[in-house]
């Protein structure tokens, strides 16, 4: 098994930016991809950033593109996430998540899931 732990959610102002960080445990050799995901209120929970296990490929929303990086530390068993230029609709809980095999944006490919952080942008 693998457990995941986000950390790093916040409020910030319209343009600001945070650095949300994912820490993984258990089983770590066997991850491959991680991403991450994110829910607005009411909304059902979308795609962010993912990234290859040595780092060579990333996928970025369209919606990030731009604004936010995804980056891995695999001496930690950490994955972050760089977000700039927030804006509010950008408030979501963000969940980072993992998966043994090749790095996809797809939701259900990815069998562990961390709770989820907090991220509020206000005008």
């Known amino acids: 098994q693998v457990q995941l732990v986000e950390s790093g959610g916040g409020s910030v102002q319209d343009g600001g930016s945070l650095r949300l960080s994912c820490a993984a445990s258990g089983r770590t050799f066997s991850i491959n991809a991680m991403g991450w995901f994110r829910q607005a209120p009411g909304q059902e929970r979308e795609f962010v950033a993912a990234?290859?296990?040595?780092?060579?490929?990333?996928y970025y929303a369209d919606s990030v593109k731009g604004r936010f990086t995804i980056s891995r530390d695999n001496a930690k068993n950490t994955v972050d996430l760089q977000m700039n230029s927030l804006k509010p609709e950008d408030t979501a809980v963000y969940y980072c998540?993992?998966?043994?095999?090749?790095?996809?944006?797809?939701?259900?490919?990815?069998?562990?899931w961390g709770q989820g952080t907090q991220v509020t942008v206000s005008s």
């Open positions: 998540a993992a998966r043994q095999t090749a790095v996809t944006s797809t939701e259900n490919a990815y069998p562990y």
């Open positions: 990234i290859s296990r040595i780092g060579d490929v990333a």
